[in-house]
């Protein structure tokens, strides 16, 4: 499938920001599974620097400075992405999770301990045992990773109300999992943290949903939004992805842009201005479908 | 021998050092050591009236040194002096030397550590340290992988606390290798010692500390490979930290700009720092604000304390910093259990000091190691360095045991066991007699050019009674300086050359923050803001006191209308109030913290702005300053009012030596400039403020005169020329007209007038300089004796008029001058 995509974030400030620097996630990595076509920015005002690197995870990232005063900023990206749907294993094929969980406790650097990375506490996902136990009728003794992962997706997708007024992104996980209430990035903390808190190395995705207009209304430009899911390692398959925010596993509507432990490792726009005041921030997202495959 | 053969005093021979640890100072028999036996000697001597006689003056020089350590109890900090033993930790020139080896060797190998895991992770990939070692350890900081430091010098200062086992062998304790402290105590320790026990410091050929920071500043400069006078800063979070008295300390003894986040900012991927004559790019930064607060783009958001993009100036190798920002994560305890073997595998070497033996229990076996022996074990945190308390094990009963190993079970990778060292003990001088306390000494490391090189001395703590086994200031423990002996001449090395300047001037002494200047700016306002706070005071006061007739009635009455009118005293306050009232409401005055505009209130502004100056206040200005605090007393319930007069005549007397300090002592830079102009123009405001209620209320009482140039300090000023009751033309005269008079209009004008042009970057259409050329001129086209010839007729509003239009100008120009100069930074006080 092929995709143009259009992320525009705008920023408008209560008084002048005399000088701002950003680090945008907003260039789609490539994958087994993905390829970008083009990438471009557009940034007002014009910035001094852009500079691109390679993160940590190994996702693209821009440092960004605008020095100029200013009253409102605007980060414009635009890609097309070619994604081809996966293959997701047979869950009843895919190793009882413990197995998984002893494979990456081991203390000599293996492909399986070295996702120790995503194991551990990170800055929005803390392991308490309050998730252990929110996950362990999904995870029953020897009960294949898949199957049991499949089963936490959908429990959390039943247990949880999609509501967008329930939390901000500075919400703790602790707090989604007692409200049972949040949007897809709480869903996927709260994913991360269960798989965590009981041995499994888990990731955050950041990335975009193809979504579509109900049946007969024309598509809004601007209305979709982006998204976030969860990754979760599976010894002798690699990293198997969920959407509990959807119950289902992500096929080629779903574009990834990066993974990290969680959202403050990928945040799509992270800043700190200096001066402004209060801020407004607007985000508008268009992911359309290109028909012609030639791109 | 038995002690020494000077052992009539009890001093040295009641010392009962405890059994089962090693003593610094005798043996197992109560015998002497060797290299303790002059100082021993001179210890009995002394006696106990002479130790305590030294001790005594150890404390008033640190007093006045302001030598203090910040301690956080129930969320409120309070600055606790130092706590300085009168005997020194001796240690003789082979002892050291094999020290030294030891130390260096461990340095080198933490920083090989910090290259690979911010680099190519080989120790991971040959399996010498398994992975969750790193992916558990909260101070690996991931956007900082990558990040290559100039040189690969990640550690450049790096500190060790070790201690004796009971056979004398030295082991290591903990790494420190974050933002180590404790460098600028160790100098403090060793000025006061030096001069207490001067004799003795002479004949024990110490080794002098000053050679390991020339090294030090010649390792920094080293840094910064793309300039030849790299510009130094020390970045501190700020006077709220428990080493704040440090930071300030080591800034002025290095001579590097102290500055906190806010000074700096990242332009262009360079780091700058904010001056009132612009940016100045800075090269090297002395961290001691801890790595994750650096920078709240890549690290934590939440930090108030840091520079943002600080991270990725040092990644396009702008900026080196020391020690490079991620260097916490190799303090971590629970590398202690593999520094063994990666000791052999990258140096090739055995570990010339040991560890103290660990288990993390991030692994399985180590972890069941741990907790099948919590009877022998100390149980600490792997990560974290000693904030959180150590568990001893071994002397909890079942069921606490039994609470560790359910946590330990819960989160492994967070807890590392640990062999229980008994700490070496030395001597402790109590005020009547030697005490054994447990000690750890903190040696200090750092990069030169030419290698690592240690300080020959350190830190030594003792813990606060003999029986705890825990070492650390933050619950009270005291320290001592640390003697090393030369085997042959002392080197004699020091900051200054003989003339007593700087021995190299570093470009960076000039450079002063504008937060900086600012606080001088506030200091001069809010320092003069209380002189008229206390004049007004004294003025009314001295009226209460003793045999009062009709004239000092009338004068009283007059003053009380004036202090309503400048909202000292509340607007519904009866003029003539019985005495006790009003002598409450003028207690409250005095004392009253919470009360806006009260001394003791605006005593607190000048001690804040004080102290987040002090690195820039020679040594008498901050002496003064601080004695203005330190003599000001606990509110007194029933404090006569002569009393309150003592207290405001000496305030008086302390302010003007600060204003003298300020004219005599003070080079005419920027800080000092600021603290001139927020001076005048506080005292003009106050008087314009204080004349315009006087127009208002007393235009045509004779009885207010007095009074208002008695608080305005002229009543000698008009005498000299008048020679005459006071009348309302001739006060204007003298308060506002004469140039001559200091505490006049037409002084503070003049003296703003000679500022202005000096201004940074002055430029004649700059707003403040438009403003402040328009009071001027209306100003000086004033004819204050006919306008009060007027006014004493009945005929105040020309004269009313004028003063509002001079007093608007006023505080005009002062927000035009902020905006100016300062805008950029934070507002402060108020």
């Given at each position: 499938?092929?995709?143009?995509?259009?992320?525009?974030?705008?920023?408008?400030?209560?008084?002048?920001?005399?000088?701002?620097?950003?680090?945008?996630?907003?260039?789609?990595?490539?994958?087994?599974?993905?390829?970008?076509?083009?990438?471009?920015?557009?940034?007002?005002?014009?910035?001094?620097?852009?500079?691109?690197?390679?993160?940590y995870?190994?996702?693209?990232?821009?440092?960004?400075?605008?020095?100029?005063?200013?009253?409102?900023?605007?980060?414009?990206?635009?890609?097309?992405?070619?994604?081809?749907?996966?293959?997701?294993?047979?869950?009843?094929?895919?190793?009882?999770?413990?197995?998984?969980?002893?494979?990456?406790?081991?203390?000599?650097?293996?492909?399986?301990?070295?996702?120790?990375e995503?194991?551990f506490n990170s800055p929005?996902?803390p392991?308490?045992?309050?998730?252990?136990?929110?996950?362990?009728?999904?995870?029953?003794?020897?009960?294949?990773?898949?199957?049991?992962?499949?089963?936490?997706?959908?429990?959390?997708?039943?247990?949880?109300?999609?509501?967008?007024?329930?939390?901000?992104?500075?919400?703790?996980?602790?707090?989604?999992?007692?409200?049972?209430?949040?949007?897809?990035?709480?869903?996927?903390?709260?994913?991360?943290?269960?798989?965590?808190?009981?041995?499994?190395?888990?990731?955050?995705?950041?990335?975009?949903?193809?979504?579509?207009?109900?049946?007969?209304?024309?598509?809004?430009?601007?209305?979709?939004?982006?998204?976030?899911?969860?990754?979760?390692?599976?010894?002798?398959?690699?990293?198997?992805?969920?959407?509990?925010?959807?119950?289902?596993?992500?096929?080629?509507?779903?574009?990834?842009?990066?993974?990290?432990r969680?959202?403050s490792d990928?945040?799509?726009?992270?800043?700190v201005?200096?001066?402004?005041?209060?801020?407004?921030?607007?985000?508008?997202?268009?992911?359309?479908?290109?028909?012609?495959?030639?791109? | 021998?038995?002690?020494?053969?000077?052992?009539?005093?009890?001093?040295?021979?009641?010392?009962?050092?405890?059994?089962?640890?090693?003593?610094?100072?005798?043996?197992?028999?109560?015998?002497?050591?060797?290299?303790?036996?002059?100082?021993?000697?001179?210890?009995?001597?002394?006696?106990?009236?002479?130790?305590?006689?030294?001790?005594?003056?150890?404390?008033?020089?640190?007093?006045?040194?302001?030598v203090t350590y910040n301690v956080y109890?129930?969320?409120?900090s309070?600055?606790r002096?130092w706590?300085?033993?009168?005997?020194?930790?001796?240690?003789?020139?082979?002892?050291?030397?094999?020290l030294e080896?030891g130390l260096i060797q461990r340095t080198r190998l933490l920083n090989l550590v910090l290259a690979d895991i911010y680099g190519p992770q080989?120790l991971l990939?040959?399996?010498l340290l398994p992975p969750a070692l790193l992916h558990a350890n909260p101070g690996f900081l991931r956007p900082c992988h990558g990040v290559r430091p100039p040189g690969d010098q990640h550690l450049t200062l790096h500190a060790v606390d070790i201690t004796?086992?009971?056979?004398?062998?030295w082991w290591v304790l903990v790494d420190r290798t974050q933002a180590p402290s404790g460098v600028g105590y160790t100098v403090e320790n060793?000025?006061?010692?030096?001069?207490?026990?001067?004799?003795?410091?002479?004949?024990?050929?110490?080794?002098?500390l000053?050679?390991f920071f020339?090294r030090r500043k010649e390792g920094l400069r080293a840094l910064a490979?793309?300039?030849?006078?790299p510009?130094i800063v020390l970045l501190t979070p700020g006077p709220l930290n428990e080493t704040y008295f440090e930071h300030a300390y080591l800034a002025r003894y290095l001579?590097y700009a102290l500055v906190e986040g806010n000074d700096l900012?990242v332009?262009?991927?360079?780091v700058?720092l904010?001056?009132?004559?612009?940016?100045?790019?800075v090269d090297v930064i002395i961290r001691r604000v801890d790595d994750t607060f650096c920078d709240p783009l890549e690290l934590r958001s939440d930090s108030f304390l840091g520079v943002p993009g600080l991270v990725e100036a040092a990644r396009a190798g702008n900026v080196a910093i020391s020690n490079a920002l991620g260097s916490g994560a190799v303090e971590a305890p629970a590398l202690l259990a593999f520094l063994p073997?990666l000791a052999?595998?990258l140096l090739?070497?055995?570990l010339?000091i040991p560890n103290v033996?660990t288990?993390w229990c991030g692994?399985?076996?180590?972890?069941?190691?741990?907790?099948?022996?919590?009877?022998?074990?100390v149980v600490k945190r792997a990560f974290v360095g000693n904030e959180i308390v150590p568990q001893?094990?071994?002397?909890?009963?079942?069921?606490?045991?039994?609470?560790?190993?359910?946590?330990?079970?819960?989160n492994?990778h967070a807890f590392v066991?640990q062999?229980?060292v008994?700490l070496?003990?030395?001597?402790?001088?109590?005020?009547?007699?030697?005490?054994?306390?447990?000690m750890l000494l903190r040696c200090y490391i750092c990069a030169t050019?030419?290698g690592y090189t240690v300080m020959?001395g350190g830190l030594t703590r003792?813990s606060?009674?003999?029986?705890?086994?825990i070492v650390t200031s933050r619950f009270g423990g005291?320290s001592?300086?640390t003697?090393?002996?030369?085997?042959?001449?002392?080197?004699?090395?020091?900051?200054?050359?003989?003339?007593?300047?700087?021995?190299?001037?570093?470009?960076?002494?000039?450079?002063?923050?504008?937060?900086?200047?600012?606080?001088?700016?506030?200091?001069?306002?809010?320092?003069?803001?209380?002189?008229?706070?206390?004049?007004?005071?004294?003025?009314?006061?001295?009226?209460?006191?003793?045999?009062?007739?009709?004239?000092?009635?009338?004068?009283?009455?007059?003053?009380?209308?004036?202090?309503?009118?400048?909202?000292?005293?509340?607007?519904?306050?009866?003029?003539?109030?019985?005495?006790?009232?009003?002598?409450?409401?003028?207690?409250?005055?005095?004392?009253?913290?919470?009360?806006?505009?009260?001394?003791?209130?605006?005593?607190?502004?000048?001690?804040?702005?004080?102290?987040?100056?002090?690195d820039?206040?020679?040594?008498?200005?901050?002496?003064?300053?601080?004695?203005?605090?330190?003599?000001?007393?606990?509110?007194?319930?029933?404090?006569?009012?002569?009393?309150?007069?003592?207290?405001?005549?000496?305030?008086?007397?302390?302010?003007?030596?600060?204003?003298?300090?300020?004219?005599?002592?003070?080079?005419?830079?920027?800080?000092?400039?600021?603290?001139?102009?927020?001076?005048?123009?506080?005292?003009?405001?106050?008087?314009?403020?204080?004349?315009?209620?006087?127009?208002?209320?007393?235009?045509?009482?004779?009885?207010?005169?007095?009074?208002?140039?008695?608080?305005?300090?002229?009543?000698?000023?008009?005498?000299?020329?008048?020679?005459?009751?006071?009348?309302?033309?001739?006060?204007?005269?003298?308060?506002?007209?004469?140039?001559?008079?200091?505490?006049?209009?037409?002084?503070?004008?003049?003296?703003?007038?000679?500022?202005?042009?000096?201004?940074?970057?002055?430029?004649?259409?700059?707003?403040?300089?438009?403003?402040?050329?328009?009071?001027?001129?209306?100003?000086?086209?004033?004819?204050?004796?006919?306008?009060?010839?007027?006014?004493?007729?009945?005929?105040?509003?020309?004269?009313?008029?004028?003063?509002?239009?001079?007093?608007?100008?006023?505080?005009?120009?002062?927000?035009?001058?902020?905006?100016?100069?300062?805008?950029?930074?934070?507002?402060?006080?108020?």
């Amino acid at each position: 499938m092929l995709y143009d995509i259009t992320h525009r974030t705008s920023y408008s400030y209560e008084s002048n920001v005399s000088f701002s620097h950003h680090i945008a996630h907003l260039r789609p990595r490539e994958t087994y599974r993905q390829q970008v076509r083009k990438f471009g920015f557009e940034i007002s005002p014009q910035p001094t620097a852009v500079v691109p690197r390679t993160d940590y995870y190994g996702n693209p990232a821009t440092f960004l400075a605008v020095e100029s005063p200013h009253h409102e900023l605007v980060v414009t990206s635009t890609c097309r992405v070619a994604v081809s749907p996966p293959e997701w294993p047979d869950p009843a094929a895919t190793p009882a999770w413990e197995e998984v969980r002893e494979a990456c406790a081991t203390d000599v650097l293996t492909p399986d301990s070295e996702m120790g990375e995503f194991l551990f506490n990170s800055p929005h996902v803390p392991r308490t045992h309050q998730f252990a136990q929110y996950a362990a009728p999904s995870f029953s003794s020897r009960r294949p990773l898949l199957e049991a992962l499949l089963d936490l997706t959908h429990r959390i997708f039943t247990d949880f109300a999609f509501d967008p007024r329930a939390t901000t992104v500075a919400t703790p996980v602790a707090e989604v999992l007692e409200n049972r209430r949040g949007v897809c990035q709480d869903f996927a903390h709260l994913a991360i943290a269960c798989l965590r808190s009981i041995g499994l190395p888990a990731r955050y995705v950041s990335g975009y949903l193809e979504t579509t207009p109900p049946p007969g209304k024309p598509r809004l430009v601007g209305a979709d939004v982006s998204h976030a899911w969860v990754a979760v390692w599976c010894a002798g398959f690699g990293w198997i992805e969920a959407d509990p925010t959807n119950d289902l596993l992500p096929g080629d509507r779903h574009v990834t842009i990066a993974w990290g432990r969680d959202f403050s490792d990928v945040s799509p726009l992270r800043g700190v201005v200096v001066g402004g005041g209060e801020q407004e921030l607007e985000v508008a997202i268009d992911v359309v479908r290109v028909e012609d495959a030639s791109g | 021998m038995i002690s020494s053969p000077l052992s009539h005093s009890a001093v040295v021979g009641g010392y009962q050092p405890p059994t089962g640890a090693f003593d610094e100072v005798k043996t197992g028999a109560a015998e002497v050591r060797p290299v303790c036996q002059a100082l021993m000697s001179a210890v009995d001597r002394l006696g106990a009236a002479g130790l305590n006689d030294r001790r005594e003056h150890a404390h008033q020089l640190l007093r006045e040194h302001g030598v203090t350590y910040n301690v956080y109890a129930d969320g409120h900090s309070a600055e606790r002096p130092w706590n300085l033993d009168m005997l020194p930790l001796l240690i003789d020139a082979d002892e050291w030397a094999r020290l030294e080896a030891g130390l260096i060797q461990r340095t080198r190998l933490l920083n090989l550590v910090l290259a690979d895991i911010y680099g190519p992770q080989r120790l991971l990939q040959e399996g010498l340290l398994p992975p969750a070692l790193l992916h558990a350890n909260p101070g690996f900081l991931r956007p900082c992988h990558g990040v290559r430091p100039p040189g690969d010098q990640h550690l450049t200062l790096h500190a060790v606390d070790i201690t004796r086992a009971p056979d004398g062998q030295w082991w290591v304790l903990v790494d420190r290798t974050q933002a180590p402290s404790g460098v600028g105590y160790t100098v403090e320790n060793r000025v006061v010692l030096s001069r207490v026990l001067s004799e003795e410091f002479r004949s024990h050929q110490v080794q002098r500390l000053a050679g390991f920071f020339l090294r030090r500043k010649e390792g920094l400069r080293a840094l910064a490979p793309w300039t030849d006078s790299p510009n130094i800063v020390l970045l501190t979070p700020g006077p709220l930290n428990e080493t704040y008295f440090e930071h300030a300390y080591l800034a002025r003894y290095l001579g590097y700009a102290l500055v906190e986040g806010n000074d700096l900012t990242v332009r262009d991927r360079r780091v700058y720092l904010k001056t009132i004559e612009g940016l100045q790019p800075v090269d090297v930064i002395i961290r001691r604000v801890d790595d994750t607060f650096c920078d709240p783009l890549e690290l934590r958001s939440d930090s108030f304390l840091g520079v943002p993009g600080l991270v990725e100036a040092a990644r396009a190798g702008n900026v080196a910093i020391s020690n490079a920002l991620g260097s916490g994560a190799v303090e971590a305890p629970a590398l202690l259990a593999f520094l063994p073997a990666l000791a052999k595998h990258l140096l090739g070497e055995d570990l010339l000091i040991p560890n103290v033996a660990t288990w993390w229990c991030g692994q399985q076996r180590e972890r069941e190691h741990t907790l099948g022996r919590l009877d022998r074990l100390v149980v600490k945190r792997a990560f974290v360095g000693n904030e959180i308390v150590p568990q001893f094990t071994e002397t909890m009963d079942e069921g606490a045991r039994r609470e560790i190993a359910a946590q330990v079970r819960a989160n492994p990778h967070a807890f590392v066991g640990q062999e229980r060292v008994p700490l070496s003990t030395a001597p402790v001088w109590t005020g009547d007699r030697l005490e054994p306390r447990p000690m750890l000494l903190r040696c200090y490391i750092c990069a030169t050019p030419n290698g690592y090189t240690v300080m020959p001395g350190g830190l030594t703590r003792v813990s606060a009674s003999a029986g705890s086994p825990i070492v650390t200031s933050r619950f009270g423990g005291g320290s001592k300086d640390t003697w090393v002996l030369s085997s042959g001449p002392v080197e004699e090395v020091s900051l200054l050359d003989k003339g007593g300047r700087p021995t190299r001037v570093e470009r960076n002494v000039s450079q002063t923050p504008s937060r900086v200047v600012e606080n001088f700016f506030w200091l001069g306002r809010y320092a003069e803001r209380l002189e008229d706070s206390t004049r007004l005071l004294r003025t009314v006061l001295s009226r209460l006191a003793g045999e009062t007739g009709p004239v000092e009635a009338a004068e009283r009455a007059a003053m009380i209308r004036t202090m309503i009118g400048r909202e000292k005293l509340p607007e519904d306050f009866d003029e003539n109030a019985h005495f006790d009232e009003l002598a409450d409401e003028l207690r409250a005055l005095l004392f009253d913290e919470e009360r806006i505009g009260s001394v003791h209130e605006l005593l607190r502004r000048v001690a804040y702005l004080t102290a987040s100056v002090r690195d820039r206040l020679s040594g008498d200005t901050w002496r003064i300053l601080n004695h203005l605090q330190t003599e000001f007393p606990e509110p007194i319930a029933n404090i006569s009012i002569h009393s309150m007069l003592g207290i405001l005549h000496r305030l008086i007397m302390q302010l003007a030596a600060f204003s003298g300090m300020g004219m005599e002592n003070t080079t005419r830079g920027h800080a000092w400039r600021f603290l001139d102009i927020g001076r005048r123009l506080e005292r003009a405001d106050n008087l314009m403020s204080t004349l315009q209620i006087v127009l208002e209320t007393d235009a045509k009482n004779p009885a207010a005169l007095v009074p208002l140039l008695e608080y305005s300090d002229s009543t000698m000023t008009y005498r000299r020329r008048y020679l005459a009751t006071p009348e309302l033309p001739q006060v204007l005269e003298v308060l506002l007209g004469d140039a001559s008079n200091p505490r006049a209009l037409a002084f503070q004008i003049d003296a703003l007038r000679r500022h202005f042009v000096e201004l940074p970057e002055h430029q004649r259409e700059h707003p403040e300089a438009v403003k402040f050329a328009e009071q001027h001129a209306i100003f000086s086209g004033a004819s204050f004796h006919a306008l009060g010839l007027a006014a004493s007729k009945g005929q105040a509003q020309p004269l009313k008029h004028l003063l509002e239009r001079l007093l608007e100008g006023c505080r005009e120009t002062s927000d035009l001058l902020t905006a100016h100069y300062f805008s950029h930074v934070l507002a402060r006080p108020n």
